[in-house]
């Protein structure tokens, strides 16, 4: 039985002949828990073809790849013949006294599928998993693992790491050989570290890992997973071609087959998607949303000069998410645009108001705009035909990733067609949500679910329906600095931090209803909105009841009664009443 065996012992033999029984260990999540977590840790703590976790997000997928699911082997001296399984590692293993038999007929060639997943982009701190793992790969262990790389005295290993283009069997190498032509690939490499890891934005400690997958599984770009498997580490696996493969150019060779000790290979046995997870407590949560709303409006609506409404609407956006879409329709969008602060004054707010937003988000990224960055920047991810790989932009993030826009150093200039074309990146994230990605022959849109908050002096040149007027309070404007550090004690309280970062999450994943009792309210409520302010459109309408819906749900109410209409009216009207008379849209 697979229990018999501590779960952190496992090998690639031992799970292939305990299938099943593995299986049903891997759906306990305490189980999960004592596989140690390739995130947190140095590639040097783990050994070759140890069971691990990796947890990011699918960056770019790649062709399938034939390799031996089974092979025979035949020993040279005594005759005797053995089928061996090449699934869960890049090799096929010979002894000094062993060859392959290529053409016996109890070979299976099969296929698996490959994608690159990197650290997940705009992952907070508190987010990330801190829990120490138990450090039990000691001296000892590094020691056996050294000698398990370096000592290749007493066999030969030949790596079979297969090329997505066609399916190839590679000649045997020696030890010695390798090493040389590990060396001379260090040499001859084009392309950087960061090329290759690839990265939309910045990762601290961020790693990628290309993902081998046996079991049909359905996968998208950009999806968070946690992937359970054996991770492959030998230094040999970037040199198994030899530069032999006419058919890919160097600079796609070391995109595809980096060293190792970058790029770990991890064979995958369970694929979990996060997004599929339920918030713990959940009910518990929603049953004080009110309490726990008030502590967040508390606390924002002093970081944002005393405005108690723009608190109310930057809750609401922080809440927002995709619920369902029509052509271009965009239903639970909710971007917001918050402006008029005193940006000469106190220069910081901007990232000072990040900084605690990221304390509640779990992702997040600060993207400041200004006409260098927005003529130089690579926002949308672009296909790479010499690399045969799609690289990485700045919009290239998970869903639910709160994208923070400060247009307070944007100035007037000359705009570059790499600046237009960022700027329709820009536009169509906010209001469409969706991504344009670069074929170079031809486009393609993806959707997302990125919220994004525009903070600017005057309205954002990006256009965004929900614009919030700050109505300063004199006397918060004068203890700012003060203000922000009463919030930082107020939110040291891990218990009411940790409340705030459930109730988003809670919230945000909550089913909600409209409760057809208010739809007369609604019709007759609007029409007296658009008789007040002649620009209100019916898109207007859209936003509000998206509004209402987020009212709602930040009150803990999964249903809109007419309590919740009558405020998100009311607080729509104050709204549109701030905006300069041109501007009431």
């Given amino acids: 039985m697979a229990s018999s065996v501590k779960i952190t012992d496992w090998t690639p033999e031992y799970y292939i002949a305990n299938k099943s029984d593995c299986n049903v260990v891997l759906e306990s999540a305490n189980a999960l828990m004592e596989i140690p977590m390739l995130n947190s840790q140095p590639l040097d ?97 590094k020691d056996s693992h050294k000698r398990n790389l370096d000592q290749n005295d007493d066999k030969t290993v030949e790596y079979f790491e297969p090329i997505q283009k066609k399916e190839r069997i590679p000649s045997i190498q020696s030890s010695e050989k390798m090493d040389t032509n590990e060396h001379n690939l260090e040499e001859d490499c084009i392309l950087s570290k960061e090329y290759i890891l690839n990265f939309p934005i910045p990762i601290d400690d961020g790693k990628a890992c290309i993902v081998k997958t046996y079991e049909d599984t359905s996968l998208k770009l950009n999806e968070i997973i946690e992937v359970v498997g054996f991770i492959s580490l030998d230094p040999f696996l970037s040199t198994i071609y030899d530069g032999e493969d006419e058919t890919m150019t160097k600079a796609e060779m070391n995109v595809h087959h980096p060293p190792a000790s970058l790029v770990p290979r991890l064979h995958a046995i369970k694929i979990i998607h996060l997004h599929e997870q339920t918030v713990e407590n959940a009910p518990q949560i929603m049953s004080k949303a009110e309490l726990i709303k008030n502590d967040l409006h508390l606390v924002l609506s002093q970081l944002l000069f005393g405005d108690h409404l723009a608190a ?60 260098d960055t927005l003529n130089d920047l690579a926002l949308s991810p672009k296909k790479d035909y010499e690399c045969n790989r799609l690289t990485s932009g700045v919009l290239q993030l998970s869903d639910n990733t709160h994208l923070v826009i400060d247009e307070t150093g944007l100035t007037t200039g000359q705009i570059t067609e790499t600046g237009r074309e960022n700027y329709n990146a820009i536009y169509n994230l906010v209001n469409f949500q969706r991504v344009t990605y670069d074929f170079k022959f031809y486009k393609m849109e993806y959707d997302s679910d990125i919220p994004v908050l525009i903070l600017s002096e005057a309205k954002s040149f990006i256009p965004c329906q929900n614009q919030v007027v700050l109505k300063i309070d004199s006397e918060s404007e004068s203890v700012y600095p003060e203000i922000n550090e009463i919030a930082e004690q107020y939110l040291k309280n891990e218990n009411r931090l940790t409340n705030i970062r459930s109730y988003l999450a809670a919230v945000r994943k909550t089913k909600f209803e409209f409760n057809e009792g208010v739809t007369k309210d609604i019709q007759n409520d609007f029409i007296q909105l658009r008789q007040t302010y002649k620009a209100v459109s019916s898109d207007h309408l859209h936003a509000l009841m998206i509004l209402a819906r987020l009212l709602s749900l930040s009150y803990g109410s999964n249903t809109l009664n007419r309590e919740y209409w009558k405020e998100a009216v009311r607080m729509e009207m104050e709204r549109l009443s701030r905006l300069p008379e041109k501007r009431q849209t």
């Avoid at 089974?70 to 060859?99: A, F």
């Avoid at 052509?327 to 990040?354: E, R, V």
């Fill in 312 to 371: 109310d609407y930057l809750i609401c956006h922080l809440l927002s998410s995709v619920y369902t879409r029509r052509d271009y329709f965009c239903l639970g969008n909710y971007p917001l645009n918050i402006t008029h602060f005193p940006a000469m004054k106190y220069t910081s707010f901007t990232k000072d108001l990040y900084k605690f937003l990221t304390l509640f988000t779990e992702k997040s990224h600060f993207l400041e705009i200004t006409l």
């Fill in 45 to 141: 703590n783990f050994k070759n073809q140890q069971l691990i976790r990796f947890r990011g997000m699918i960056q770019d997928m790649h062709n399938p790849e034939y390799y031996f699911k089974q092979y025979e082997v035949k020993n040279i001296q005594t005759e005797m013949l053995e089928v061996r399984c090449g699934m869960y590692t890049d090799s096929v293993k010979c002894l000094p006294q062993e060859e392959i038999l290529l053409d016996s007929v109890q070979n299976q060639s099969s296929e698996r599928h490959t994608c690159i997943v990197i650290s997940i982009p705009g992952l907070n701190d508190w987010a990330k998993e801190k829990k120490k793992q138990l450090h039990r790969l000691n001296a000892r262990v």
